[in-house]
Each structure stands twice: as structure tokens, then as C-alpha cells.
């Protein structure tokens, strides 16, 4: 903080388990990413080199070790593993991914068909070697997935060897945790958070009306992900009550009445 002023909520620090905010890299630069590194690393935990990138990201070892310098968790995309594996080539992920020098992983099934009984196969081989993220939801429109069985899902990927569980949105911000016209889904959201830890589940939230939902509703330390490289910063203010959307959420009573 540039200046201290009282009735801001308490954020958790890095290195954290909670409070995370995860963005997303669809194609960065290296000198794009080192841009982002000054303005935004002290607010972001982890970096999602988005989709397939990762197979034709130029410098992409070296963009690595500018996130790693910088105390960021950079990992690929579900969508990569996803390739991998609808051709046979799980051994050769896992060598792509030690060779790139992460120590972070997703597994999702979003847009393959795959045993869930086999996903899980995946976390727990893999979390021998890595840290784990699964991502539960499809990436599918039409595929609806039962409130139970996301639950049911989320806790058999933890137990598993999952470190986190991601609810899937996708960059749009319009399926999965999210009705098609980019509203949370409460009810399946609710459910969620009855059955699951809130420290263990990272919400995608693309858009500003999202990330702002779930601040209310958790507070200022929820996970959150899918976050544009240039809307790390203003999701920080809106955490802490320093955007209009979040202005009233964090102060007492006292100020209520000032409110427009």
C-alpha cells in the first residue's frame, strides 16, 4: 500500500494457500511477461499457459523462469494434458512437463471422454512428481453435469492427491459454475461450498462481475482464476474494497448511509 488507510481487509501473503489468483497466459511474450512481472507478480500466485500454447509459446523455458524468479507457480493448461492423452502420450506429458521445469500440473477431462475412475489414476501418478490441480466441468455447452456429481468429483480428485480443484468456466465465463449469460449458477455453486472446503476449490472467474460475486460471498481471500494478464491489478483493488463494485463491502456500519 502506497498510503495506509484503516477498514480494508486483511490479505493473505504469499507464499499462501488461500486467497489465490490465478492468471491466465494465452501467448504472452517474453518481454510482455517480464511487463507483467513488475506490475502484477506480488498479486499472482499462479500462471496458466493457456489451452495448447505451451507446444508453440516462443522462449517458452525462459518465460518459465521469469515467473518462477518471480515467486509465481507457472504451469500448462488442462487442455494440453487433454491432448496428450486422447493419444496415448501420458509418459511423454510428464517428460515435457519435467523438461520445462514445472513443478505444477492440471488434470481436466473438459473436452475428452474419460473414466473418471482414470482421472484419478492420473492425479495420483502424477502427484508422486508434482502438485496437482484438477479441473472439474466440462467445456462442453450442452454437457450438464449433476450438482452431486461435481461434488462427488471435487472430493475423489482431493482425496486423490489433488492440492486444488478448479470449477470449471472456461475463459468465457459462460458454462460450467456459470449459466450462458455469464451469472453464477447458485444453486450447483451452494452445493459446492456445502460439501468442499472454500480453501480447496479455485473459481474461474474471467469477468469483473464474476470475481466480484464471489468476493461478496466468500470474502476477500477466495481463490480465483482465469484472470486476464491486465486485470490482475484491478482484481487486487477489488479484493480490498478500492473499486466502486467493493467500496461499501468491507466498511462498517457508519458508512452504509453514505452509499448512493
Known amino acids: 500500500m502506497n498510503v495506509q488507510i484503516p477498514f480494508l481487509p486483511e490479505r493473505t501473503t504469499k507464499d499462501r494457500d488461500s486467497g489465490l489468483t490465478m492468471m491466465m497466459d494465452k501467448g504472452l511474450s517474453l518481454i510482455e511477461a517480464e511487463s507483467f512481472v513488475q506490475s502484477s507478480a506480488e498479486f499472482t ?33 488442462g487442455t494440453l494434458f487433454e491432448l496428450f492423452i486422447i493419444r496415448g502420450m501420458f509418459d511423454e506429458y510428464r517428460q515435457f512437463v519435467s523438461k520445462s521445469g514445472l513443478e505444477f500440473v492440471e488434470v481436466s477431462d473438459g473436452s475428452i471422454l474419460l473414466d473418471h475412475n482414470e482421472k484419478l489414476e492420473y492425479i495420483q501418478k502424477l502427484s508422486k512428481d508434482f502438485t496437482v490441480l484438477s479441473e472439474v466441468g466440462s467445456k462442453v455447452k450442452d454437457v450438464e453435469i449433476p450438482p452431486e456429481e461435481w461434488v462427488s468429483f471435487m472430493k475423489a480428485e482431493l482425496e486423490a492427491g489433488a492440492w486444488k480443484v478448479i470449477a470449471e468456466a472456461r475463459e468465457s465465463g459462460t458454462i460450467g459454475i456459470y449459466n450462458s449469460d455469464g451469472s453464477a449458477n447458485t444453486s450447483l455453486i451452494d452445493d459446492i461450498i456445502d460439501h468442499v472446503s472454500v480453501d480447496k476449490v479455485l473459481w474461474e472467474a474471467p469477468n469483473k ?14 481463490n480465483l482464476g482465469n484472470i486476464a494478464t491486465n486485470e490482475v491489478v484491478a482484481l487486487e483493488a477489488l479484493r480490498l474494497g478500492l473499486r466502486g463494485d467493493t467500496l461499501f463491502d468491507f466498511l462498517p456500519k457508519q458508512f452504509q448511509d453514505k452509499k448512493l
Open 45 to 77: 500466485d499462479l500462471v496458466k499457459f493457456g489451452f495448447g500454447t505451451a507446444l508453440i509459446n516462443n522462449q517458452l523455458k525462459e518465460k518459465i523462469q521469469v515467473y518462477k524468479k518471480a515467486g509465481m507457480k507457472p504451469y500448462f493448461g
Open 209 to 222: 462481475a464474476q470475481q466480484t460475486w464471489f468476493i461478496r460471498l466468500l470474502g476477500a481471500n477466495v
